[in-house]
């Protein structure tokens, strides 16, 4: 009997199944299946999963569906990679570096006085920006806080006088700044630093001779070291190691000259405060506790701004 030519098929008689495909890469033949969505991946579009391989798509649906890492006081987990530490110590050396720049008639290496700035002095810019309460300046000007140069308040926490005081500060940032910031998170990190060095000027300016400029990082600093160790208490941790450091930083402040008192312990103190805020907050209204009582102190320094203001113009 003669044989009948047609269509190949199955033992059924059914057409012959077809290999599957990517759904991404349609001229790629595959047999792996997304865990998820069911379609079929080939090996470029096969992502890791706890079971088995998923595709770019249900990656990316299931990262949004998952909430952010936070730290233990709310704060983001990119704090882990000191982006903020790392920003104010690059801030402080571009202002260095503004500082000795403005001082033409200077040293010629670096401006100020000493070798390179090394030994300390003041420049145009330190001039400009350092906390000030009321003098009168070589040109017959009057100037200061009480006249208006609030911004001098701020300012103040990025200028140093030479570069050994930038170099001692900032270490003590690198070694600060980046524990901290990996236990509060960036934003929450950075509103202590700021908060803290405003404190320690806000003392400077109610304590300091008016016709006495301060300036440096060392206002926010100390309130980092207050922090440090409020922080490691909520959390249970050791801090016998911090009281020494900051014991023998209370030493130099009374001890060395030129030092400003007023402006070290003013970050201390309100460094601790805020702190506290951050690490004592109701964990259910948290971030609203902590914005408030920030709030709370901005108020509370620029209330005192305005008092010590009223008794030097008065």
């Known amino acids: 009997m003669t044989e009948r030519s047609g269509q190949a098929g199955d033992a059924t008689g059914g057409p012959a199944p077809t290999t599957p495909v990517c759904y991404r890469h349609p001229d790629r033949?595959?047999?792996?299946?997304?865990?998820?969505?069911?379609?079929?991946?080939?090996?470029?579009?096969?992502?890791?999963?706890?079971?088995?391989?998923?595709?770019?798509?249900?990656?990316?649906?299931?990262r949004r569906s998952v909430r952010p890492a936070r730290t233990a006081?709310?704060?983001?987990?990119?704090?882990?990679?000191?982006?903020v530490t790392k920003t104010l110590i690059a801030l402080n050396v571009l202002v260095m570096i503004l500082s000795i720049t403005s001082d033409r008639g200077?040293?010629?290496?670096?401006?100020?006085?000493?070798?390179?700035?090394?030994?300390?002095?003041?420049?145009?810019?330190?001039?400009?920006?350092?906390?000030?309460?009321?003098?009168?300046?070589s040109d017959g000007t009057?100037?200061?806080v009480a006249e208006g140069e609030w911004y001098r308040l701020v300012t103040a926490m990025f200028l140093h006088y030479g570069v050994v005081h930038l170099l001692l500060n900032m270490w003590a940032l690198w070694v600060l700044g980046r524990t901290l910031e990996a236990v509060l998170g960036p934003l929450r990190f950075l509103a202590l630093y700021l908060i803290a060095g405003l404190g320690g000027n806000v003392a400077v300016y109610l304590f300091s001779a008016p016709n006495s400029p301060a300036v440096g990082a060392s206002t926010a600093i100390f309130g980092l070291f207050a922090a440090i160790f409020v922080i490691m208490r909520r959390l249970g941790r050791d801090t016998s190691a911090i009281v020494p450091i900051l014991v023998i930083n209370l030493i130099f402040t009374f001890t060395v000259p030129g030092i400003s008192v007023a402006g070290h312990l003013g970050g201390l103190v309100v460094g601790a405060l805020m702190?506290?805020?951050?690490?004592?907050?109701?964990?259910?209204r948290r971030t609203a506790f902590q914005v408030a009582?920030?709030?709370?102190?901005?108020?509370?320094?620029?209330?005192?701004?305005?008092?010590r203001t009223a008794a030097l113009t008065g």
Do not use: K, N
């Not at 006081?73 to 982006?83: D, E, L, P, V």
């Not at 390179?116 to 300046?137: E, I």
């Open 142 to 144: 009057i100037g200061g």
């Open 73 to 83: 006081f709310g704060g983001g987990a990119a704090g882990r990679q000191g982006y």
């Open 293 to 307: 009582g920030g709030a709370i102190l901005l108020v509370a320094l620029l209330g005192l701004v305005l008092v």
């Open 29 to 62: 033949q595959t047999y792996v299946r997304c865990t998820r969505c069911d379609r079929p991946i080939c090996p470029e579009c096969m992502r890791d999963a706890s079971v088995g391989h998923q595709c770019p798509e249900c990656v990316s649906e299931g």
């Open 106 to 137: 200077g040293d010629a290496a670096a401006g100020g006085s000493g070798f390179g700035g090394l030994m300390g002095g003041s420049t145009p810019l330190t001039d400009w920006g350092a906390v000030l309460g009321l003098a009168r300046f």
């Open 275 to 284: 702190a506290l805020v951050l690490a004592y907050a109701p964990r259910m």
